[in-house]
């Protein structure tokens, strides 16, 4: 029974289920939006831009990201059975998704994300998916974020109320009705932290700068 019902979450009429379900609930927030100004203004003039936050806080986001189709808009998911899921929903909303990760299909998958952004100039990236650790920078966004020339733009999401899944990354969702906000940080180059070619600072640079928001 078990196994019927996992092979069924993974199907297409679920999937379709998925998105639905998720508009319909992701409704009943109060969303308060911050700071989504200074990064539009910069995509206005041409600058690619590259949106980041954690696996923990991206499902609060996915109905507000849905106005972001206009962009035309990218991000990379893995090759997993759950990716499969994720990425219908996102397809949905009007994202493009590369299929990839750094245990399966990775190269191919960056070299597609690189080549949209810099193609569309927008996309986002989710820091330590798709199995964490938790609050671990993957180096694949400082190779995206060189090589397309994009800024990274943090964001973060929390609630007035939430339950946190015993998770690897103590996944956060909202409960219904709650006050929902999505806060976009100041922008970010990161060649301009670190010497030219030290990746791993940059890398670094980066966690520093958004660990602060998980909720650990």
């Known amino acids: 029974m078990f196994k019927r019902l996992k092979f069924l979450i993974y199907t ?50 996915i109905h507000h990201f849905k106005s972001y189709s206009k962009f035309n808009p990218g991000l990379m998911i893995s ?10 929903v996102a ?4 994202w493009h ?3 990839g990760s750094s245990s399966r299909g990775g190269k191919q998958a960056m070299e597609e994300m690189i080549a949209h952004l810099k193609t569309h100039g927008f996309g986002a990236h989710i820091l330590d998916g798709p ?12 190779k995206m974020a060189l090589e397309a020339d994009a800024v990274v733009i943090p964001f973060y999401t929390s609630a007035d109320h939430a339950w946190f899944f015993n998770s690897w990354d103590h996944f956060m969702l909202p409960k219904p009705f709650s006050r929902v906000y999505i806060t976009f940080g100041q922008a ?19 966690e520093t ?8």
């Not at 308060?32 to 995509?43: I, Q």
């Not at 397809?91 to 009007?94: A, D, I």
Request: glycine share 8%; charged share 25%.
């Open 209 to 216: 700068t958004m660990k602060p928001g998980l909720f650990l």
């Open 91 to 94: 397809n949905r909303t009007g």
């Open 12 to 61: 297409r009429p679920f999937i379709v289920f998925a998105y639905y379900f998720i508009r319909v609930y992701s409704m009943t927030f109060r969303l308060c939006v911050v700071n989504e100004d200074s990064w539009r203004n910069l995509r206005k003039k041409g600058t690619c831009i590259l949106l980041c936050a954690w696996h923990q806080q991206f499902f609060s986001a």
């Open 188 to 206: 970010i180059r990161l060649e301009s932290f670190a010497g030219q070619d030290d990746f791993e600072d940059q890398r670094q640079f980066l």
């Open 79 to 88: 090759q997993s059975k759950d990716g499969d899921l994720i990425s219908g």
């Open 97 to 99: 998704t590369p299929r």
């Open 131 to 142: 199995r964490g650790p938790i609050g671990r920078v993957k180096a694949g966004v400082i």
